[in-house]
Every structure is written in C-alpha cells, then in structure tokens.
C-alpha cells in the first residue's frame, strides 16, 4: 500500500484509517508470535541433528519477517498521515457513547439482549458494554474502560510475571503512547492502574483499541480467544 493512498485514507476516512492502523499493529503482534513459536521449532530441529528442517524454517521465517517489516511500515505511515490531518477529534470511545446518550432521548431504543455473546473479533465501535465472560466467570462492566480494567486485574491474579513484563514488551506498547507503565507516564493520557497491581494501563482507547488490546493480552497469556467472551447493553451504530 503506497504513501499516497494510505494519505486519502486518512485524509477521507480517518477513523477507518485509525482501525486500519490498529487491526495492522495486531496482525504484526500474532506474526511476533509466530516467529518466536518458529524460533523454538529451529532449536529443536538443531538439537534432533533435523539440519535440513531447521534451514527450512529459517527461509520460511525469513519471508514471514519481510512481510512483518512491510505491515510495520505502514502502521508508521498510517500514524504521521493521522498526525497531520485536520479536523480530526479524538474521542474517548465511553465519552463518545456518553454524548449519544444525553443526546438522544430514546436512547434505551438502543438496547440489546444482553444475553448474546460476542466474540473479541467484533466491531464494537457505538456500542456500550453490559460484562465480559473468562474463563466462564462473568464480570459486569458499565464501560470500555472497565472492561479493559477488570479483565487485566483477573490476568494479573493469574500470573503478575506476565503483566509486569507488558511496561518493557515493545509489542505491548502503543507507537507513540504507553499503553503499560510502572508509573504515571507523561506520555500517557488517561492511565490508570490495574487494580491489585503497580502497573498503570492507558484507558483512552476507542472501543476497538481496548479489543485490540485484550486480544494481545489473551495471546501473551496463551489463552484461548474463544473463552472471553463480551455482552452488550446498547448499540447506537444506526445513528451514525
């Protein structure tokens, strides 16, 4: 994808071109980890005296890598075209929802059935959380942010090692913001910490941004993607 088209995206459609640059970011993270799965099939090989097999993966890794530099630098495209177009408001996808609702008077036309599951592979953008479901323990949320928060702090009860490890794990760090810190970082909008830990999380991500998150979570934890599970209250996304 040229610099040019990647411009009138951003220009056109800056919140597709926004979720663009997110669901690249997280496609490079699952080729990260894939490439260190591969790395460990190459220790074995070598260590079995397979020579040919551990070359065969290496090529193979090769090619994969030169596909991870090319997604890479389109993200970084995507991110200066975003920082030099115009007009574009950055808004917390909770505050968003939250203008919908003290603008629309029916806005509880917008429920939904609560008891529909979603998966974390959704398009959650106008849409108000109700709870999330790990591991068949069901949690309510009121908003994105706590989603993102109370799922963290059941991970961390899990394994602190792991978290701790997001504050240095490049792949666990947005581009230009933090997403994990062991403090308050200026660099940070709205961080907050995870309860039960010392770890601060940003929490002023659209709704598709904290999914994106939790998927690279899961995947660092090895948990598998159909066990969390997410449940609406409302979708406003006719309005738009």
């Known amino acids: ?26 496609l490079s993270s699952s080729i990260h980890m894939c490439l260190e799965q591969l790395g460990e099939q190459i220790l074995k090989a070598h260590n079995n ?18 596909i991870d530099t090319q997604i890479q630098m389109m993200v970084t495209q995507l991110d200066e075209v975003l920082d030099h177009c115009e007009n574009i408001e950055m808004m917390e996808s909770d505050a968003e929802v939250e203008k919908i ?16 599951e979603y998966s974390l592979y959704d398009d959650f953008t ?22 993102l928060l109370k799922t963290l702090a059941v991970v961390a009860k899990k394994d602190i090692k792991t978290l701790d ?24 909008r709205k961080p907050m910490k995870i309860e039960g830990t010392d770890i601060y999380v940003e929490t002023n991500l659209s709704a598709n941004g904290i999914r994106n998150l939790l998927i690279k979570v899961l995947k660092q934890y090895k948990i ?17």
Do not use: C
Request: a neutral charge; aromatic letters at 10%.
């Open 101 to 116: 609702e003290r603008e629309v008077p029916n806005y509880r036309d917008y429920y939904v059935d609560q008891n529909i």
């Open 49 to 66: 005296a397979d020579f040919e097999r551990s070359i065969e993966i290496s090529q193979q890794s090769k090619k994969i890598k030169e």
């Open 1 to 26: 994808m040229d610099m040019e088209l990647l411009t009138f995206i951003g220009k056109e459609v800056p919140n597709t071109a926004s979720d663009i640059k997110e669901s690249l970011d997280l």
């Open 165 to 188: 490890m997001f504050t240095t794990l490049p792949e666990m760090q947005g581009k230009k913001v933090p997403y994990f810190s062991k403090h308050q970082n200026s660099k940070m």
């Open 126 to 147: 106008h849409k108000r959380p109700a709870a999330f479901k790990l591991n068949n323990e069901k949690e309510l949320a009121k908003d994105w942010k706590e989603v």
């Open 224 to 240: 598998p993607m159909n066990s969390y599970k997410i449940y609406l209250r409302a979708d406003y996304s006719e309005l738009h």
